[in-house]
């Protein structure tokens, strides 16, 4: 790997790691999610990197892609299982990495799980090996433990600007053929009380731009204009509607902009995930360097 593509995954870590943990500190009871995003959004820029996506803030049997809507009112419960899902980039190289914030620690042997589920994945992973053995490690530590992975949700390799590239890392012991070659991958067990199935939910507040072309509403390509900047990684709503609000553009005006894109296909979605109701679900995730002589995790 050249030095100067090293030097800026280190860049993004270093930046991941102070973000998550201004997240966790931030994460009191009481505190709006959406000012933890603000914050912590804020503080990546401020860094000289850039969020890879919108902060993931998923609770309870939520599992990820749920990120406060604009005037979210949502807060914070001491009940509450709460996943903190950040990635940071620097031109481009990702690091993306999460953690469970549970402040009652009513649900801290599930978190542990995570955690031992996560270090027996790491300690397998090396140049050449089967991608197979990471998941097989997860699958077998979260039973031992009395949970199940979330089956349908996995790991990824992390290519330049493309948060989920090959290969695609399973988080059970099937489904996967490929050897680990150099480049960055980011491992992620879910540990789930319910079955290990995630469904999309109505939910919406994540998107990127799959084209730039084929609609003709005014609002809609209006829309395109003001997310220009966003190009390439995904983003939330909350960030294009700072930015209608500046445009002075109504809320049924974005609405129906945003219907619109999507039927065209010009923007993709990335809908909130979320096991059966009642189920409680955990998620701990670190980025890793694959190299031939040695991996580096990224962010410890
Ligand atoms: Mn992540
Ligand atoms: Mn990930």
Redesign the pocket.
């Known amino acids: 790997m050249e030095t100067s593509v090293l030097n800026n995954y280190k860049k993004a870590a270093a930046v991941w790691k102070s973000a998550i943990t201004l997240a966790q500190k931030k994460a009191k009871e009481g505190v709006l999610l959406f000012d933890i995003a603000e914050e912590v959004e804020k503080f990546i820029a401020d860094e000289g990197a850039a969020p890879a ?1 919108p902060i ?1 803030l998923s609770l309870n049997e939520e599992a ?1 892609h749920f990120t406060p809507k604009w005037n979210d009112v949502t807060i914070l419960k001491k009940s509450d299982l709460l996943k903190i ?3 940071v980039h620097v031109e481009g190289y990702i690091c ?3 953690v469970t914030v549970n402040l009652d620690n009513a649900h801290a042997k599930q978190i542990e799980a995570n955690e031992l589920a996560l270090a027996n994945a790491i300690s397998v992973v090396s140049f050449g090996k089967p991608v197979e053995k990471i998941g097989a490690e997860i699958e077998r530590t979260l039973k031992e433990k009395g949970f199940n992975p979330v089956y349908n949700l996995g790991g990824h390799g992390l290519g330049k600007y493309d948060i989920h590239s090959s290969p695609s890392i399973p988080n059970h012991a099937r489904g996967s053929s490929q050897n680990l070659e150099e480049g960055a991958i ?1 491992i ?1 067990p879910f540990a789930s009380t319910g079955r290990g199935n995630v469904m999309e939910s109505q939910q919406v507040e994540i998107f990127s731009i799959e084209k730039k072309f084929g609609v003709r509403n005014p609002f809609a390509r209006k829309l395109i204009e003001l997310s220009k900047d966003f190009d390439k990684l995904p983003f939330a709503e909350r960030w294009l509607r700072r930015k209608t609000d500046a445009a002075k553009l109504e809320d049924y005006q974005v609405t129906v902009g945003l219907k619109e894109l999507m039927k065209a296909g010009c923007f993709h979605t990335y809908p909130g995930l979320r096991e059966s109701v009642g189920s409680l679900v955990t998620q701990v ?1 670190k980025s890793l360097l694959v190299l031939e002589d040695k991996t580096i995790v990224l962010g410890e």
């Open positions: 996506f993931n990820a899902d950040i990635g993306d990495g999460a980011a992620e995730e």
